[in-house]
């Protein structure tokens, strides 16, 4: 790790001056930052905690939408989104305990890693990304493996997600890591159904738009027969490649659609 | 049998420390003020080495030292780490190509050091080997398991090392051409990486005549000897010492450069040193284990049983020869080549190739599992294909109880064994006769399920000599000084206990002291699952020995004949005399006639020969065709430990064995990229089992007691990884057989079994 300063505000509007420093960097629950550092990959001259700052952290429920603060730690969420089980199923399944108590959505989201779940969740949902400055859809926010629409010290103090009739997050899990070698979360909502898989492919998270289709006329695993992805532009590494992440797209997909009920 | 006495579950006196964060590691006790210590490695696989200026580093802020190759020679260091080559079929012995302690002239593997810098802190460290400037003209890197290709050293042809042969060529190769049945099968071993919890470290200290090098590993002599030999040092002035070290499972038995830099840097500096390797210096830089592949043909009579077995095995060494690696997959293989059948003629031939890949050497089990590993996967193959039961093809086969003690094809000789009544044991506790309903359901959950059985022995390695020095001490206490070295096996627990049963004296009475050069002369440390039985057979002499004096002692005190004497384990009984003197009694009173020689007692013994520990495994897996993922659903192991000290740690050896076994078989996976990079040097990448991939094991023991040592024991600590790798890999393809598939290797992980699913579709 090399020599960095830190400084610990308590409201958004001061962590977003702090960040206006070249080479600031926010750190929230550091799950994926302090590795990062600790391998000399990253040297920011600063980094600006969001963890004192109170105002973005919780779960609330109102009128059909789940919102989640940017500072919610994973262990929160599996705990306190109740209304949207899907969702906190997906929180409880991240990492481990010691990840679950530290690592946010606010950093899983901003970091857009293409094998982690909430971003199948997000995306899935159509939520709503809420930074200092704006509120982005989701289908305008991820733009590709570690890509977003944030810019540069802009802050996700907020995620909201519109609650679905059913849905079901499936993981299947990289041995190792334990992350999402391919994850399909499926959202069943009045006006369709929406499908976004992660760890699969080579632009992160995507909607499978020709499963949403068969789904919405008939949402039943059988609806999906015969569909597949391409596994072009399918991540292929020393855990699979890009033929095996496509079929498991299909199998998953299946099996959420079945766990959704 | 008298002699044993007390076999007692005792729990392990030390896990409160470990769990409890007070384990007094490497890293917990180094010296005030020590400088810590960074290495800077190869990046790159096989080059020639260009340049190399850490003039900069040497100025950077903190520095004290950097030291490269050249320094180490200008200082009259030997530089070379020794090995011992195995024997080659034409009486010459395999290859030494110089294995330097920092890179000179070329470098060989990903991690190999090249300079080490001492400095403040580790950053300072860190920091200055970024100022590093290593300039190289890269080369092929050779990968293949396979003779041939860029030679890795210049001098050794066709990067051959060794070429290794035991047995009969020509009666086995008669043997097949007669045979009524002949089986073969391509029997790949995937390499592994270690991961000890806690990773290699060490830290030394010069006092201006003597050096102390602490470090984590497996006995301090064969360190010892080393670090006098490459400092130019006698060895009356090397001490080494190794606290509780966080598990070592062969890989910390032999030198490593880091050590003998750090005490070369302590000499020039006066100054300690620290040195902790981090995960991925760990992962890129710790000797391998297993990674071989074999070619082996079993021949069969009409009536199925075996008349000649032959292998031709390709086993990887890395880029050099670590300590003993020319040995595993040769010697120590051929050791249990025939496992537990009646097999006179055969033919093993190994050939140790060199490879521009971390060192290879041993690992839990060291060339047993491997070779048991073959021959269980050929017991199976050849049941199917003969297309007969495979627990009926191992009994036909079995060497019968009436033809122990049995000479092995090998060399080996087998004291005793009952494999039959293992076997039924194991089939009646893992509930064979259920399978059926079993793979019934599974089969109704979409699932393909697979039972697959491992009947393995195992020959007890290491020094047959141990050594133990028993102390009375001045407050009343006594001290126990062992030969051998705890990895975390729990020896302070079972070798007090041992003592305590033996003596009368209180267990919390007696302090145990291991791995110090200093305080002990000689031992034969942990490694070929030998401690318990070595250690506690010189306990058994010194006990003797004290006891002959101790009657020795009261005869003259009291005025009796000696053979008025006698002690229980417990008390001296004194015929005609009231007084009945606990041993501390003895000794207290010694102490006080100042009989200095009754209060310290050395012994020396060497067991009378070698055990062999068997036992049947049955794991039984489920599969999900759709995704390729295996789960390990049910597993029993019955062994034939013989007599055992302390039944719930020899359980638990077994335990950890399978775990490890099962990781091998089902997630650990080393993978290097063409240009020699390895992709899997962290935990993300690298898949170790954790405790939810496995199930309950299921164990019991059928004991035979060993006619080799007085207490009748046999080793247990590498026998649950030599059992576990060929059950499940036997019950995976069990499951798989179905499908059509019929070449399965290690690792099974979900993705290399959805590609043999699809690949036989
Ligand atoms: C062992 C392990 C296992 C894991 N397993 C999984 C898994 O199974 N599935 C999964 O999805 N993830 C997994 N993770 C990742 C984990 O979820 C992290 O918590 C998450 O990716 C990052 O969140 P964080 O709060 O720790 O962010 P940090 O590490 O603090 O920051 C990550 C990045 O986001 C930026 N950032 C942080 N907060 C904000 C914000 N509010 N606004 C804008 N930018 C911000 C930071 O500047 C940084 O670039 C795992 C991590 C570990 C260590």
Redo the contacts with the bound molecule.
């Keep these: 790790m090399y020599a960095f300063d830190i400084e610990r505000p308590t409201t958004v509007a001061e962590a977003v001056a702090a960040l206006k420093d070249e080479d600031a ?11 990062t550092l600790k391998q000399r990959l990253a040297s920011p001259s600063k980094l600006v905690s ?1 963890s004192g700052i109170a105002e973005t952290k919780g779960v609330s429920a109102d009128g059909g939408t789940v919102t989640v603060g ?2 919610t730690t ?1 262990a929160a969420v599996a705990a306190g989104a109740s209304a949207y089980p899907a969702l906190a199923a997906l929180a409880g399944g ?3 305990p010691a ?1 679950r108590n ?3 959505i ?3 989201v ?2 857009n ?1 293409p094998a ?3 971003p199948a969740a997000v995306l899935g949902s159509g939520a709503t990304v809420v930074t200092n400055a704006r509120e982005i859809a989701a289908d305008d926010y991820f733009q590709g493996m570690f890509t977003t629409a ?1 810019d540069e010290g ?3 103090t907020a995620v909201k997600f519109p609650v679905p009739e059913k849905a079901a997050y499936i993981k299947f899990e990289q041995p190792a ?4 070698l391919v994850g399909v979360f499926v959202a069943k909502y009045a006006d369709g159904v929406r499908v976004a898989v992660t760890g699969a492919s080579e632009e992160g998270v995507f909607r499978w738009t020709e499963a949403e289709a068969a789904l919405s006329g008939n949402f039943s695993a059988g609806a999906l027969d015969g569909l597949s992805v391409s596994a072009d532009g399918m991540i292929s590494d020393l855990h699979g490649t890009g033929a095996y992440r496509a079929h498991l797209v299909a199998v998953l997909t299946k099996r959420a659609v079945a766990a959704a009920g | 049998m008298e002699k044993f006495g007390k076999a007692q579950p005792v729990k392990r006196v030390e896990d409160v420390r470990f769990l409890t964060g007070q384990g007094r590691y490497v890293d917990d006790i180094v010296p005030e003020g020590a400088l810590f210590a960074y290495m800077f490695r190869s990046p790159v696989a096989h080059a020639t080495i260009t340049g190399l200026n850490v003039d900069d580093a040497r100025s950077a802020d903190g520095v004290h030292l950097v030291l490269t190759a050249q320094d180490l020679l200008d200082g009259g260091m030997d530089i070379t780490l020794d090995s011992t080559a195995a024997p080659n079929r034409d009486g010459t012995h395999g290859a030494k190509p110089e294995r330097p302690v920092l890179a000179h002239g070329k470098v060989r593997f990903v991690g190999e050091p090249i300079a080490m810098i001492f400095a403040e802190t580790m950053d300072q460290a860190k920091d200055a080997a970024e100022l590093i400037e290593f300039d190289y003209d890269e080369l092929p890197a050779h990968l293949g398991l396979a003779t041939g290709g860029q030679l890795v050293h210049d001098e050794v042809a066709e990067n051959l090392a060794y070429d290794y042969g035991i047995g009969d060529e020509d009666a086995t190769q008669k043997a097949f051409d007669e045979a009524a049945h002949v089986v073969s099968l391509d029997v790949g071993d995937n390499r592994i990486i270690v991961n000890s919890m806690e990773p290699r470290a060490c830290f030394a200290e010069w006092d201006g005549s003597r050096m102390h090098l602490c470090m984590g590993g497996q006995g301090v002599w064969g360190i010892k000897t080393n670090v006098a030999r490459m400092l130019g040092l006698d060895p009356e002035n090397v001490r080494v010492t190794q606290p509780d070290v966080g598990g070592g499972f062969g890989m910390k038995s032999f030198p490593y450069p880091e050590y003998f830099v750090c005490c070369f840097a302590a000499r020039a500096l006066g100054k300690p040193v620290r040195w902790t390797a981090d995960r991925t210096e760990s992962m890129l830089t710790d000797n391998g284990g297993r990674d071989l592949t074999s070619l082996a043909e079993l021949a069969f009579d009409a009536d199925h049983r075996i008349t000649a077995y032959r292998i031709k095995t390709i086993s990887n060494l890395g880029a050099y020869n670590s300590g003993f690696g020319q040995m595993i997959q040769s010697f120590l293989f051929a050791r249990v080549m025939p496992g537990v059948y009646d097999i006179q003629t055969a033919w093993l031939n190994v050939l140790g190739v060199y490879t521009n890949t971390t060192q290879v050497d041993a690992y839990r089990g060291a060339g047993r599992p491997e070779a048991i590993y073959v021959l269980e996967r050929m017991m199976d193959r050849s049941a199917r294909e003969l297309g007969v039961d495979p627990l009926e093809l191992r009994r036909k086969n079995f060497i019968p109880v009436a033809k122990f003690p049995y000479q092995t094809v090998t060399g080996e000789n087998y004291d005793v064994g009952d494999f039959n009544r293992v076997l039924d044991r194991a089939m009646e506790l893992g509930d064979t006769a259920g399978y059926a309903g079993r793979k019934a359901t599974s089969e109704a959950a979409g699932k393909l399920r697979g039972m697959g059985v491992c009947y393995y022995i195992e020959s007890i390695l290491g020094d047959p000599d141990e050594r133990v020095q028993v102390d009375f001490e001045e407050d009343g206490g006594v001290a126990i000084y062992v030969g051998t070295q705890s990895n975390g096996q729990g020896h302070e627990t079972v070798f007090t206990q041992f003592l305590a049963d033996q003596t009368g004296i209180p267990a919390d009475k007696i302090r145990f002291v291991q791995g110090d050069s200093d305080l002990i002369a000689k031992g034969g440390g942990t490694g070929g699952s030998r401690s318990v039985t070595t250690q506690t057979n010189v306990t058994l002499k010194a006990v003797s020995d004290i006891v002959t004096a101790y009657t020795g002692y009261l005869a003259d005190k009291f005025g009796v004949d000696e053979d008025k004497i006698s002690f229980d384990d417990d008390t001296f009984r004194i015929e005609g005399s009231n007084e009945a003197p606990s041993m501390l009694d003895v000794a207290a009173m010694a102490r006080d006639d100042q009989r200095e020689d009754l209060l310290s007692f050395k012994a020396v013994d060497e067991i009378p020969g070698r055990s062999y520990p068997n036992g049947a495994h049955i794991a039984e897996v489920e599969i999900d065709p759709e995704t390729g993922k295996v789960t390990l659903d049910k597993y029993t192991v019955v062994d034939d430990f013989g007599n055992m000290i302390n039944p719930m740690l020899a359980e638990g050896q077994v335990h950890g064995g399978v775990a490890q076994g099962a990781g091998q078989a089902l997630s650990e996976h080393v993978v290097y990229d063409e240009d020699g990079q390895l992709l899997t040097a962290t935990f993300m990448d690298y898949a170790m089992p954790r405790a939810n991939d496995l199930p309950f094991v299921a164990f019991d023991t059928e004991p035979v007691p060993s006619t080799r040592n007085p207490m009748g024991m046999k080793g247990c600590g590498e026998a649950g990884t030599v059992g576990s790798m060929a059950s499940v890999a036997n019950a995976v393809q069990d499951a798989l057989w179905d499908r059509g598939i019929r070449q399965v290797d290690m690792p099974f992980t979900p993705h290399r079994v959805w590609q043999m699913l699809t690949a036989a579709e």
Excluded at chain 1, 25 to 32: E, H, I
Excluded at chain 1, 177 to 180: L, V
Aim: glycine fraction near 20%; aromatic fraction near 6%.
């Design positions: 960097q926010a750190l929230s629950g550091g799950q994926t930052l302090i590795p969001l940017g500072g994973h991240i990492g481990d990840v530290r690592g946010t606010g950093g899983s901003a970091n890693d982690a779940c909430y944030l802009e802050i996700i890591s334990r992350f999402a």
